[in-house]
């Protein structure tokens, strides 16, 4: 059994990381374990879990699972959980309610994984308050799921497998996409900014870019398959190239990744920092690199931001800004924003308020702060009330949501490239995003399932906006 010990995921060694391209593979006697069985997988959090699930999925797969649509129907259900704010636990031993509710009727095997599954306090409470809990895995060791099943099950207990290890990188780990379309790539892992409310680096490991190599020929794959657009996922893709050494950044990434001649290059997330000129001008150099730059702010107040430790300043964020508007066409600029970070007072918040007011962004994730046991910042004195905390996002909603809609009105009536990757709530209709990320129902035929088409915006919604397919 391995525990995750957040004291050792702090410390950050000049170790090489490993990158281990064969260390995947199924045991003889798992081979056909889930022959007429189903699996369901559960994922909270963003995009790399998102992405995580794809190879979990793969490897249920590859171990005869088929995948079901309800749980109710599932042998095996994995739940990845994202442990970014208090609420994610709230979800989790919710979500293991009616799981265990389950099977108290049918032998399931019920699996933990994800950042949760990396915080010590959650593993001590699967172990005393959850032993029915089969298995329990890290974020570092998703290959090893058909060992650590096959462990579960050979010695009917409950199997924990997590390593505070600050990382290597495993390559050829299967995946099982969840479109035809488009495909999430990552392109590094883990990451070093240690803002101080954020547990990423802790779950997530140590900063460490995958070789241009590999990524370049995961892509050339993906256009070989047909697939129309990628993703490249980092939680500081910026920062890309920094630790290996190679004098190869994520302008040079960015850069062959478009030359490989798939049709929409993505990527998140960007941290201010690290936002150089040469990609800015990469971004603007290649019509096939998206104008989508999501740009977390989190606070407006440099007092604040000094003490998230950001690293830059409410100008030195605000001439960014301004620099990506002025030199990448019709780009648009989202952000995530924390409020009520403790000390956080009226005037910090105003000037959050301010920044948001200038930059008018696109959209706008918006959270209250939400202490982690373990970051610097959870031993912060916070002051204020939840009534405050509740006030405060409330407010700023009402700044983002009109700026939000602002930037919506301008597309009425305009023709802009939509790839329509799936179906739509509305009969009749499919629905993709822009290039610059604005979801879109479209009223169409299913012919144009899988294509980049050019649509005329006829209504804007909340949300999203209605269109329809132009000649
Ligand atoms: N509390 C609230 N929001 C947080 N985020 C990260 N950590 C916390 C926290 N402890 C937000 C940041 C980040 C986004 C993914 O989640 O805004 O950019
Ligand atoms: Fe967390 Fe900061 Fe790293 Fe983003 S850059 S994952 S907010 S520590």
């Known amino acids: 059994m391995n525990l995750p010990d957040l004291n050792c995921a702090k410390k950050r060694t000049k170790e090489e990381i490993k990158i281990i391209y064969n260390d995947y593979s199924v045991p003889e006697s798992m081979k056909n374990i889930g022959k007429n069985k189903k699996y369901f997988v559960k994922t909270y959090g963003c995009q790399m879990n998102v992405h995580d699930s794809e190879n979990i999925c793969a490897i249920l797969e590859d171990l005869g699972y088929t995948e079901s649509a309800e749980m109710e129907d599932a042998d095996i259900i994995i739940l990845n959980t994202c442990a970014i704010r208090e609420n994610a636990h709230n979800k989790m031993f919710g979500f293991l309610g009616r799981v265990k509710h389950l099977k108290e009727s049918k032998d399931i095997i019920c699996g933990i994984c994800g950042c949760m599954a990396q915080e010590e306090n959650v593993v001590e409470q699967l172990k005393t308050k959850y032993k029915w ?61 240690f803002c101080t409310y954020c547990i990423v680096p802790y779950t997530r490991g140590k900063q460490r870019s995958r070789l241009p190599e590999d990524i370049i020929n995961e892509v050339k794959d993906l256009v070989r398959d047909g697939y129309l657009e990628v993703t490249l996922l980092g939680q500081n893709v910026n920062a890309y190239g920094k630790d290996l050494n190679i004098n190869y950044t994520m302008a040079n990434l960015l850069e062959d990744v478009a030359k490989t001649g798939i049709q929409r290059v993505r990527f998140v997330t960007s ?60 780009v648009a600029i989202t952000t995530d924003i924390i409020v009520a970070f403790p000390g956080e007072t009226e005037e910090d918040f105003k000037d959050t308020l301010d920044v948001v007011d200038t930059c008018k962004f696109d959209s706008a994730f918006t959270f209250i702060y939400s202490p982690r046991e373990g970051t610097p910042a959870a031993k912060m004195e916070n002051k204020l009330t939840e009534d405050e905390k509740n006030k405060r996002l409330y407010e700023l909603n009402e700044h983002v949501n009109k700026y939000a809609n602002e930037a919506n009105q301008k597309y009425l009536d305009k ?25 879109v129902n479209v009223e169409c035929d299913e012919k144009y399932l899988g294509k980049i088409v050019n649509v005329k915006i006829t209504s804007i919604k909340t949300w999203s906006m209605d269109a329809k397919i132009v000649d």
């Open 133 to 193: 809990v089969d298995i329990v895995f890290g974020t570092h060791n998703i290959h090893k799921l058909p060992y650590i099943l096959e462990s579960a099950l050979e010695n009917k207990r409950q199997e924990i497998e997590v390593y505070s290890i600050e990382g290597d990188i495993y390559e050829n780990v299967p995946v099982r996409r969840d479109s035809k379309y488009k495909a999430w790539v990552n392109i590094m892992l883990g990451c070093d900014k």
């Open 415 to 439: 023709i802009v490239p939509v790839l329509l990757e799936g179906p739509s709530d509305k009969e009749g209709f499919l629905m993709g995003y822009t290039d610059t990320m604005k979801l």
């Open 271 to 330: 941290h201010p920092w690290d936002f150089n000129d040469e990609m800015i001008d990469v971004i603007a150099k290649y019509p096939n690199i998206m104008p989508y730059i999501h740009l977390p702010l989190q606070s407006g107040s440099d007092r604040i931001l000094k003490l998230m430790g950001r690293r830059y300043t409410k100008e030195e964020y605000l001439a960014l800004f301004n620099k990506i508007k002025e030199k990448i066409n019709n």
